[in-house]
C-alpha cells in the first residue's frame, strides 16, 4: 500500500494481559522501525527489521517484548503480561532500502491503555 | 549515541508572523539526515522539511525553512507567516545515512507550538 497501516487504533488491557499491535509497511520498503511515544511525549526506538530479518534491537525491552516481520504477513509487536508503564502509543514506520533516501513514513499509531 | 535537544518545551506565535524553533544536536558521523517532524492533536507524525548534512544550502519547504550549522550542529526551523492549522507539537529528529543505525530516528523532546489569531 501507499501509507503505514496501524491496527488497532486502540487496545485496551487489563495487567498482565497480553498485547498484540500489527503493522503493515509501505509496499517495497526494506525497513520496518517500532517506536514508543509515552504520555510525556518522548520517542523511544524499539526495534527495526531489514524484510523479515531484525536490524537494531538495542531499544527492546527483551522479557516481554518480542516483534517479528514475517513474509506476506503484517508485521507484528507482542507485549507479554503488560505492565501500566507499557500504556503508550506505538508507531511503525517504514523506509526503503540503503542509498535510496531515509525519511521515515509513519502508522497513526496504536494507543495502547493498560489499567 | 546520538542527542537531540530541543531546549523550548513550549512556543507561541500570532497568526502571519514568523517564528524560530531550535534543535541541537551532538554526533561523532559525517553523514546524516535532520528532520522536522509536526505531530498535530491527530497524533500523526508529518514530514515538515529535511536537510542532508552533506549539502550547505539550507532547506525550503514553502513557508518552512532551516538553518543548518553543521559545525555548531544546530538545526532550527523558521515558519514564517504562521497559520491556525500550523499548531502542533514540533520533534527534531537524526539519523544517520548508513551502517547498523540506519533509519533509526533519534528525537528530540518537541516543541509545543501554539499559533493564536
Known amino acids: 500500500g501507499e501509507e503505514v497501516a496501524q491496527t488497532p487504533k486502540h487496545l485496551v488491557r487489563g495487567e498482565g494481559q497480553k498485547a498484540k499491535l500489527y503493522c503493515a509497511p509501505i509496499k517495497g520498503h526494506s525497513y520496518v522501525f517500532w517506536y514508543q511515544q509515552v504520555l510525556k511525549n518522548e520517542f523511544k526506538f524499539l526495534i527495526s527489521f531489514q524484510n523479515e530479518n531484525v536490524f537494531d534491537e538495542t531499544g527492546m525491552p527483551k522479557e516481554r517484548f518480542s516483534a517479528k516481520c514475517l513474509p506476506n504477513s503484517p508485521c507484528s509487536l507482542e507485549i507479554q503480561a503488560t505492565k501500566l508503564e507499557d500504556s503508550a502509543v506505538y508507531f511503525c514506520?517504514?523506509?526503503?532500502?540503503?542509498?535510496?533516501?531515509?525519511?521515515?513514513?509513519f502508522g497513526q499509531g496504536t494507543r495502547l491503555t493498560v489499567v | 549515541a546520538q542527542t537531540v535537544t530541543q531546549s523550548q518545551p513550549e512556543m507561541s506565535v500570532q497568526e502571519a508572523e514568523t517564528v524560530t524553533l531550535s534543535c541541537t544536536y551532538d554526533?561523532?558521523?559525517?553523514?546524516?539526515?535532520l528532520f522536522w517532524y509536526k505531530q498535530p492533536p491527530s497524533r500523526q507524525m508529518i514530514l515538515v522539511i529535511r536537510?542532508?548534512?552533506?549539502?550547505?544550502q539550507n532547506a525550503t519547504e514553502n513557508r518552512f525553512s532551516v538553518n543548518f550549522q553543521k559545525a555548531a550542529k544546530s538545526f532550527s526551523l523558521k515558519i514564517s507567516d504562521s497559520q491556525l492549522g500550523d499548531t502542533a507539537m514540533y520533534f527534531c529528529a537524526f539519523v544517520s545515512a548508513g551502517g547498523t543505525s540506519y533509519g533509526k530516528l533519534t528525537f528530540g523532546q518537541g516543541t509545543i507550538l501554539t499559533v493564536h489569531p
Open positions: 536537510q542532508e548534512a552533506y549539502k550547505q
Open positions: 514506520a517504514s523506509s526503503p532500502q540503503q542509498g535510496m533516501g531515509t525519511e521515515a513514513f
Open positions: 554526533t561523532s558521523e559525517n553523514n546524516y539526515y
